[in-house]
């Protein structure tokens, strides 16, 4: 992770970060205080604040990564996708439409760092096993009991994703 520089008098650098597409510039603190408190992208949930839950997970340059624990400075001129960036005006994203119609989103909470998860898994694994999808969410706190919807929705999405490529 890149060390936050510090300008004149003590204070943070702005740095440029692009966000879902779209340049923004910041000084300090976390990847999640940028796009939940500043940006007000609400899909990025806090949860534990020491990157164990997942509810906070986002996409930098491709790869998964808890925002909470993420320096803004460490994402300088790369790209950062959240939840919010995934769909393409109206239309979900395949992920996204594989967990509703497996009804593996319930309470919102969890759904969207699984989702952001499931969608760097399946663009590394395009045929994922069920084994390796059960690894890759086990990360991730969800209390609704949809582990088996979430496992199903993830090669669900697998499946359709195939189809649009």
Do not use: W
């Not at 740095?15 to 007000?40: E, F, K």
């Not at 998860?117 to 086990?138: F, G, H, I, W, Y």
């Amino acid at each position: 992770m890149a060390v936050q520089k510090r300008g004149v008098a003590g204070k943070a650098k702005e740095v440029a970060v692009s966000i879902n597409g779209t340049q923004v510039t910041a000084a300090g603190g976390t990847l999640l205080d940028l796009l939940h408190h500043q940006l007000r992208l609400r899909g990025t949930r806090t949860g534990c604040g020491e990157g164990h839950c997942g509810a906070c997970m986002v996409l930098v340059d491709g790869a998964p990564v808890s925002a909470c624990v993420t320096p803004v400075a460490s994402v300088a001129n790369r790209e950062v996708r959240t939840i919010e960036g995934l769909a393409e005006g109206r239309r979900l994203h395949p992920v996204q439409e594989a967990f509703l119609a497996q009804g593996a989103y319930h309470c919102g909470y969890c759904g969207p760092g699984i989702i952001m998860e499931t969608v760097a898994l399946l663009s590394q694994t395009p045929n994922p096993t069920p084994d390796l999808v059960q690894q890759k969410v086990n990360g991730h706190l969800c209390r609704c009991g949809v582990q088996t919807k979430i496992v199903a929705a993830v090669l669900d999405a697998a499946g359709r994703m195939q189809t649009v490529r």
